[in-house]
């Protein structure tokens, strides 16, 4: 956890975050008798005076606020498949929608899936059912490959995953056939691709199938993005390429844009973290969230992508100290943390209010200073990685221009 | 106690390459562990043992027999200023060591004699094989071989006494108290005396055969240390089981086909770059081995270079030599067994080792059907819905311990499949249509005579057998490649 603070705050020794019980106790209070705060031991902020969610209310469980979706999952783990057949009817061609309860489902069903075998005999040919299932074993390899590094992975498990994994593409090319207009089925195998070591032709073929159907689809370049990366089975030109011509062949507003910042933290900063002050501080990456805040301002308030993009922007508006912009992107938050980049923390929670009080702590010792007017479109700073007129610097980022 | 550890040190290494690998490599870091603790223990045990034995483990080899040998040793000797041993002994094993048969507590000079295994003479080139004949001999110019018997018994009982008392009740840790303060002055001043006798040894030896040869020939002992064991295992007694053996001039020299093969040169490769540092006591009697090879190292260079070959070159018809070692050193019931060719040999291992296996696969279908232990019985029962009711009959795989749900269910049938694997690959080979070629890279290793089968076979094999334990189990798959066979 420690390692990954330090990975997405940049800072070498993250603030502990403290549980409501110590930071009341710090305080010289009873635990649990006053209210709830959040941050550092030292450095508390009392959300509900800046219309922030208490602790106690936020939700790691699920990405986005609704009580149907909740109801659907409750439904699933009582062996009732209907009101999750209902749920998907309802999502219909709202492709991201779609993708992301047929994922959620998929992970109910690699715990237990008896009652999504009842509604595959009950209607086996509901495409819905029958990408769930495929999105399943996805889970499922995963889960007995384990999230280890590949080298601690034993011969038993790498045998499971990938005797599971490899039945995927034919469940998916089933789904597809039930449903051919939707490109669920495409997206859960874009996973399995990966973890299947698929070829890059092999690879562009399926990604053909992908924005066949949904050019834009979020999830779906996030997936991609990470088959590019150097470490899989790209590189950081290929990489790159694919994510500008990805934002470039989008409408603003299709939040495509958080995908140069997953980039910039996973794949673009430097190795020695002597270099990344100036590395975030730079040209590049103002750039980068400049343009994914022109981004947000266009796009549906409705998309479920939306609170994701407004996390990774919160966590780089931290980390550039641009405070009031920080402090309204975790007020649009509210209550739902269950994403990335919280979700790649084992206690997204902690990582999440400890971003949140630095946000508003660093806003006050500011003088709580207005929002800046927006930013107006650029073209990416030349020399940058970002511009593909020149070779990547690779190595030398762009630095405080 | 010194057997005790090398039993578990062999039993180690045994789980490591046992664990269903259908090609076992020779698994470098366990053998590499073992290899370097188990050469001091190795030579411990002579040490002691052969002191109080009479005959030696192994076959006297007369100057008659082996004058070239003897000439060899000879001349080391007489570099080394000290004289020949009486007998020369080999042995089956990866040790060289020299005994004296001292009186009166070492006063009065004994009998010498040499132990030299017979894997080292294969594996050694004649360079390395002088360095390390020049580092036994070392112990003699020293004037060291005499008392070193007796501090070394005195070293030995009282590592013994020490291990036995820790762990016991109150009683004991008191007596353990009393003792201990004794025993480690003791250990510790002849620690250093042991030490220092093999420092000494290691110079001597790098007079005679150069600084390049002795490094490498320390190098080389661990990596010959497990190889020779992996070879035994995975080769030379993998059949033992059956009744077979490979004929008694190859039982040993056959280690020598494995040492040739590229690919396995690769993997001694890295036992020999990388010497495991080992955690040291204060009472071992060798320094660790990479300080010794550091040490040997760091020396000047010597313009001696490096040879090649086989110290093989110093016997005279060395497989009957080899034959004579192995039946030496083998227990009588071998006499009896069966002796085949490798290919035979190792065709026959593959298919007990596959069958073994597919075993309980076998018994669970039978169990559950009534029906008679065959791979059609397997699938009949997996037709009738019965996938998951096999899995429950069989051992329960390590990985699926603790686990619940689905994860175990795949862990389950993951296990299954690999058994349905074993249980095909001997129906092909029964079929006259596979089998488990000799090859000196991988063993175990099941092949299919794609020649003899329709096109594809080979690629849909795999498939039909993850098609029997897929989410839908289906046979159809492999029914209709088994049919392709008759």
Known sequence: MSRFLERITGKARPPRPASDAKAAAAAGRQPGTGPAKDGSSNRTIQPAEYGLPLRTELRTDRSVDDPALDAAVLAAKAGNWQPVGALMWEAGRDWERRYLYTWIFGALAAEDARWLQAWRQAHPQDGAAAAIEASSLVQLAWKIRTGDVSSKVSREQWDGFFRVLRQVPEHCREAAALSPEDPTPWVVLLGAAKGLQWGNDEFRALWAEVVARDPHHVLAHISAQSYWLPRWYGSTDLVLEFTEQAIAAAPVGSLLSLLRLDLLNRELRPEDSKLRPAFWSGEQVRWAIDEALIDLAAADPANVRINAMRSWLAVFLVRTERWAEAVEQFRAIGRMVAFEPWSYSTDGTALFTQQRATAVLGWEAAGRPAVPPPARHRSAPAGSYFDLTTPNPDAEPVTGR | ?486
């Open chain 2, 1 to 486: 106690m010194g057997f005790g550890l090398l039993a578990l040190l062999l039993a180690i290494d045994y789980l490591v390459l046992n664990s269903d690998d259908p090609s076992p490599r020779l698994v470098v870091y366990a053998l590499g562990f073992s290899a370097v603790a188990g050469v001091p223990i190795l030579r411990g045990i002579f040490f002691t043992r052969g002191n109080r034995m009479r005959k030696p483990p192994g076959v006297p080899v007369t100057k008659a027999q082996q004058p070239v040998l003897w000439q060899r040793v000879e001349i080391l000797a007489e570099a080394m200023g000290t004289r020949p041993p009486k007998e020369i002994w080999m042995t089956a094993d990866v040790n060289a060591a020299v005994h004296e048969e001292s009186w009166l507590m070492g006063l009065i000079p004994g009998k010498r004699r040499m132990l030299l295994g017979a894997p080292l003479l294969i594996g050694l080139t004649p360079a390395q094989f002088d360095a390390v004949v020049g580092h036994e001999l070392g112990h003699y110019s020293n004037q060291d071989t005499r008392l070193a018997g007796l501090v070394q018994r005195g070293r030995e009982s009282m590592m013994n006494t020490l291990r036995a008392f820790r762990g016991g009740n109150n009683l004991s840790r008191v007596l353990f108290g009393l003792y201990k303060g004794y025993a480690e002055r003791y250990l510790r001043t002849t620690q250093a005396i042991s030490r220092e006798q093999e420092r000494a040894a290691d110079l001597a030896a790098v007079r005679i055969a150069g600084r390049d040869n002795v490094a490498s020939a320390l190098r080389q002992i661990p990596a010959l240390d497990a190889g020779f064991d992996f070879y035994l295992g995975h080769y030379a007694a993998s059949a033992s089981k059956l009744g077979l053996l490979p004929h008694t001039d190859e039982f040993i020299g056959g280690f020598r086909h494995l040492l040739a093969d590229p690919e396995r040169n690769e993997e001694l490769d890295a036992i020999r770059r990388s010497l495991p540092k080992r955690k040291t006591t204060p009472y071992d009697s060798h320094p660790p081995m990479d300080e010794r090879v550091a040490a040997i190292e760091a020396l000047p260079e010597d313009g001696r270079g490096r040879d090649s070959g086989s110290a093989m070159e110093f016997l005279h018809l060395p497989a009957p030599l080899f034959g004579a070692v192995a039946r030496s050193a083998w227990k009588p019931e071998n006499n009896s067994k069966q002796q085949v060719d490798w290919a035979t040999l190792l065709h026959a291992a593959g298919r007990a080792h596959a069958l073994e296996q597919a075993g309980p696969l076998l018994s669970a279908a039978s169990a559950v059907s009534g029906g008679s232990p065959t791979l059609m019985q397997v699938l009949e029962v997996v037709d009738r819905g019965g996938l998951a009711a096999l899995c429950g009959r069989l051992p329960e795989p390590k990985i699926a311990k603790g686990t619940t749900g689905r994860l175990r269910d795949e862990h389950l049938r993951t296990d299954f499949g690999k058994r349905l694997r074993s249980l095909v690959e001997v129906t092909v080979a029964d079929a006259g249509r596979g089998g488990w070629p000799l090859s000196w890279s991988h063993s175990h290793h099941f092949e299919i005579r794609t020649e003899l089968l329709p096109e594809g076979f080979a690629d849909r094999l795999q498939p039909a057998v993850e098609a029997v334990v897929a989410g839908r189990p289906s046979t159809g798959q492999l029914r209709e490649l088994v049919r392709q066979l008759s």
